[in-house]
């Protein structure tokens, strides 16, 4: 089983970047796909972003689809979600999902990192 650990959030303004990565252990993260999810509070946790395991495709939630890109670097175990363009609406905690199924979808399965918290400020 893969452990996870995410890093990077913080507090920005409307219109900032962020950049999240997380840190995977182990020798077989490149037979993961690899998601990010989010929760914001009284909300239940929502998909947000994937990426194959070789990285040469991904799939976005139509709320952070042109904001947002999810890449990989499988030499460094570490999967990063770059944010661009962030809104008040963004702000949640944000979790790093290891998931060991075939082919790339919204759904979540595997391990789980600590999640990171993000916060936009209007």
């Known amino acids: 089983q893969v452990q996870l650990v995410e890093s990077g959030g913080g507090l920005v303004q409307a219109g900032g970047s962020l950049r999240l990565s997380c840190a995977a252990s182990?020798?077989?993260?490149?037979?993961?796909?690899m998601k990010w999810f989010r929760q914001a509070p009284g909300k239940e946790r929502e998909f947000v972003a994937a990426?194959?395991?070789?990285?040469?495709?991904?799939l976005y939630a139509d709320s952070v689809k042109g904001r947002f890109t999810i890449s990989r670097d499988n030499a460094k175990n570490t999967v990063y979600l770059q944010m661009n363009s962030l809104k008040p609406e963004d702000t949640a905690v944000y979790y790093c999902?290891?998931?060991?199924?075939?082919?790339?979808?919204?759904?979540?399965?595997?391990?789980w990192g600590q999640g990171t918290q993000v916060t936009v400020s209007s």
């Open positions: 999902n290891a998931d060991p199924s075939f082919g790339i979808t919204r759904s979540a399965r595997g391990s």
């Open positions: 990426i194959s395991r070789s990285g040469d495709n991904s």
């Open positions: 182990g020798r077989t993260f490149s037979s993961y796909v």
